[in-house]
């Protein structure tokens, strides 16, 4: 028996809008880098498609919109307004052709990322602009939701970026640094009930399975993060950043004499621009290689009970031409109660 689904997007970049595409206005100098393709903007007819498998989605499974971050290229006003409009609300001409998700509660389920920090313009320094206040005014937050057969989701949200500084080695890294937000969010917590029938998920936008010296975690916040899952029974993990490749990894900690295991699920980019216009080059004037390059994604998750167990199941999604579209993976349930 199926009690919740989950339609899980990340990464939408929107950027400012060519009103004779409905895309971004995306600079040719990105296409010399793929490191910065966060900057390629939003694809309308990724959007479209996004609309497509909500609208489906919605009507079949009831399902539920969830955001891990980086809704904007740059933290502009405009991009803001423009997420604002299409996940809320539509697209009108010129941005789009009456289009959009109408979801009113689209915040609910949504935490920022790294470049909904950023300062509106293409430079890596400075912001967050106070748009970004407008529209997140964001503090770490827990939100309820019923299920069935006694048991209850807790959804719990921080900005992996709410102490990065605008200047610093970790904004031009992309690295999260967020201990303030695990403290503030462990005031907030109470103790979970003793049979366990309260699933904790925590939504946020670095990836704590991501290895390297960029995009990933710095080191205390990610050792404080490790502790605060043991402690606070954490059992899922939902974020985005890593554009490519999406995961669903179960990971093991330890802490004071206890080993847990919960669930990292992280979806890539779900309507970025990713083939690059057919009429760029790079800089010895050949086109871009992206070879390796994922499509767009997003994760369907569902909460399976069955048997007298809670599992949660996820399926991938990748954007094809005719719409997002299973994609095969081996991954496995994950068993939620009893653990």
């Known amino acids: 028996m199926r009690l919740m689904t989950i339609l899980h997007v990340s990464d939408l970049h929107f950027g400012p809008v060519d009103p004779s595409t409905f895309d971004a206005r995306a600079p040719r100098l990105w296409a010399k880098w793929k490191h910065f393709d966060g900057l390629l903007g939003h694809s309308y007819k990724s959007l479209v498609r996004l609309e497509q498998i909500y609208r489906r989605l919605k009507a079949n499974e009831n399902a539920q919109l969830l955001i891990s971050g980086d809704l904007t290229t740059v933290g502009g006003q405009d991009e803001f307004a423009t997420a604002h409009d299409y996940l809320g609300g539509l697209l009108i001409p010129p941005k789009g052709?009456?289009?959009?998700?109408?979801?009113h509660a689209w915040r609910d389920?949504?935490?920022?990322?790294n470049h909904d920090h950023w300062s509106g313009q293409p430079v890596i320094w400075g912001g967050p602009t106070a748009h970004f206040n407008s529209y997140f005014n964001y503090t770490p937050r827990q939100t309820f939701w019923q299920l069935n057969n006694g048991f209850r989701l807790s959804f719990l949200s921080i900005d992996t970026d709410s102490d990065v500084s605008p200047y610093g080695s970790s904004r031009v890294l992309a690295r999260g640094d967020f201990q303030s937000h695990l403290r503030r969010l462990a005031a907030m917590l109470g103790v979970?009930?003793?049979?366990?029938?309260?699933?904790?998920?925590?939504?946020?936008?670095h990836s704590y399975t991501a290895q390297g010296k960029t995009l990933v975690m710095n080191s205390a916040s990610k050792a404080a993060l490790h502790d605060f899952i043991?402690?606070?029974?954490i059992s899922v993990l939902l974020c985005g950043h890593i554009h490519q490749p999406?995961?669903?990894?179960?990971?093991?900690?330890?802490h004071l004499k206890q080993?847990?295991?919960?669930?990292e699920a992280r979806s890539g980019t779900t309507t970025q621009i990713s083939s690059l216009p057919y009429d760029w080059t790079n800089l010895l004037g050949h086109r871009p290689d992206r070879g390796d390059h994922w499509p767009n994604t997003l994760l369907v998750h569902r909460i399976l009970f069955d048997g007298g167990a809670l599992d949660w199941q996820i399926e991938l999604l990748a954007e094809r031409p005719s719409g997002f579209e299973p994609f095969a993976t081996d991954w496995k349930p994950f068993r939620l109660w009893p653990r």
């Open 97 to 103: 052709e009456y289009l959009g998700l109408q979801d």
């Open 109 to 113: 389920l949504c935490v920022p990322g």
């Open 192 to 205: 979970p009930p003793a049979d366990k029938r309260e699933i904790r998920v925590l939504i946020l936008h």
């Open 230 to 233: 043991v402690d606070h029974d």
């Open 246 to 254: 999406p995961s669903a990894t179960v990971v093991q900690a330890s």
């Open 259 to 263: 080993t847990v295991q919960f669930l």
